[in-house]
């Protein structure tokens, strides 16, 4: 996978009042991300954020700083590059990814002696909302990282809806008007701690979150954590905290003593939130195709709608005339293009002296309103659908034929037809999920 960057952050700091707001120019996404041969796509999201700056504290007659400063670098844009998969299946495990750019701080603070300027920051984390309509499966980044689940209050708990980019858990804290602010239970002001930068550079790691779509999930959207205290200007629960940390290491702090920063999507502080709130991808949720010979897809021709529209083999592209479910009855089980609403079934024959005359060999397979015939239905073998990548058969219930491709063509365009069983691979199929 290749390293994607992110683009550097631009901040204004006051730091008595605190306020830091970062210039701004509109928030972007690409709209029109590239696929890749992988069959992923990439886009990035770039985006203005303010933060809340808090002088958390020195020792006495250490006074602090009033007056704005720049700590990133003015007209920055803070900006997350994901990977993702364009289209997955209803039942299929999946990874995308988030990349975040290296931040620069400034050595400021230092109050014309630079040994005393900030020398990195301390406690950094990142969150992202789990996405609606998944079931979380893992997540991972770099060595130096933990990425952990956490409930709305910051503590790690298998339901909640965040992930958290950390290092035990270590986040900032302060107390301001009497009351003391944090998100995590490894919180604190005035203590080195969590993830530290040990210079003026952030490096963030690829964060991978791995998932499953859950039934009628529709499209899953990646976002950083968004919504109710998250949006909220210089809450601890923004996005992204941190404090930062000084050269002067001695009992006596410098006067800057560590600060609080605390980022939300905003163009300033009193602005409503901007497209940094929105998704970074969409990724569109179908029903799975089904695989069969050489890994091509059973698919409607020509994106056909009417009953009798013939079936054919075809590379998988993801769209709806290559989408099934499968539902089970009485008689077998019926398979459903959900967006024709028709079931797979086989062209009968006219003559109705024998079964082998309705249903002979080289019986075209088509599409029909499903229950207006009974060779809408089938007996699917369980080695179809128990991920066994050599597959199984798919009878007809009423013929006790098989699903075959003809004359073992892979080519895209071979169309299905009703055969006697062979066992060869030309009958063997896959359908990745379980039953509906």
């Known amino acids: 996978m290749n390293q994607l960057r992110w683009s550097r952050i631009a901040a204004v700091a006051i730091l008595s009042a605190g306020v830091l707001p970062f210039t701004h120019a509109a928030a972007s996404a690409d709209d029109d991300p590239v696929a890749g041969q992988d069959g992923t796509a990439q886009s990035t999201t770039t985006f203005k954020v303010s933060c809340g700056a808090y002088s958390n504290g020195g020792t006495a007659g250490q006074a ?3 007056e704005p400063v720049d700590i990133f670098g ?7 590059h994901t990977t993702y998969p364009r289209v997955v299946t209803v039942g299929e495990t999946f990874t995308y990814s988030l990349q975040f750019d290296s931040l620069k701080l400034k050595n ?16 950094m984390k990142v969150d992202i909302d789990i996405p609606e ?13 933990d990425i952990i689940r956490i409930d709305d209050d910051g503590r790690e708990s298998d339901t909640g809806k965040h992930l958290r980019l950390t290092f035990n858990n270590a986040t900032e804290q302060r107390t301001k008007n009497g009351v003391v602010t944090n998100n995590g239970p490894n919180a604190s002001a005035h203590d080195d701690g969590g993830f530290n930068s040990f210079n003026l550079t952030i490096n963030f790691p690829e964060i991978r979150v791995t998932v499953k779509p ?3 999930a529709g499209e899953i959207s990646p976002t950083i954590r968004v919504g109710k205290s998250a949006n909220e200007y210089n809450d601890p629960k923004n996005f992204f905290t941190f404090l930062t940390t000084n050269h002067d290491n001695t009992l006596f702090f410098p006067h800057s003593g560590y600060v609080s920063l605390r980022c939300s999507p905003r163009d300033t502080p009193d602005a409503d939130v901007n497209n940094g709130v929105q998704p970074l991808a969409t990724i569109k949720v179908v029903d799975p195709p089904i695989y069969g ?5 059973i698919d409607i021709v020509d994106d056909g709608t009417v009953s009798g529209t013939p079936v ?6 993801g769209a709806e005339n290559q989408q099934w479910t ?3 009855g009485g008689g077998g089980t019926q398979i459903v293009n959900p967006h024709t609403q028709k079931c797979l079934d086989v062209h009968e024959g006219t003559a109705v002296n024998s079964l082998s005359d309705l249903f002979p060999n080289g019986a075209p397979i088509q599409i029909s309103g499903c229950g207006t015939q009974t060779s809408d239905e089938w007996f699917v073998s369980p080695e179809v659908t128990d991920g066994n990548p050599v597959g199984g058969t798919i009878v007809n219930a009423p013929s006790g034929k098989c699903l075959d491709v003809t004359d073992s063509e892979s080519a895209n365009g071979t169309r299905l037809q009703l055969w006697d069983c062979t066992g060869g691979p030309n009958q063997q199929f896959n359908f990745p999920p379980p039953f509906a």
């Open 133 to 145: 309509g998944v079931d979380f499966v893992s997540a991972e980044a770099g060595d130096e990282w």
């Open 74 to 80: 003015k007209d920055a844009e803070m900006g997350v």
């Open 108 to 123: 400021v603070f230092e109050d014309g002696a630079t040994a005393n300027g900030v020398k990195g920051s301390e406690r």
């Open 214 to 216: 859950s039934d009628n």
């Open 312 to 317: 054919q083999m075809w590379d998988n592209t």
């Open 326 to 328: 499968m539902h089970t």
């Open 293 to 297: 010979l050489d890994g091509r897809v």
């Open 64 to 66: 602090f700083h009033d």
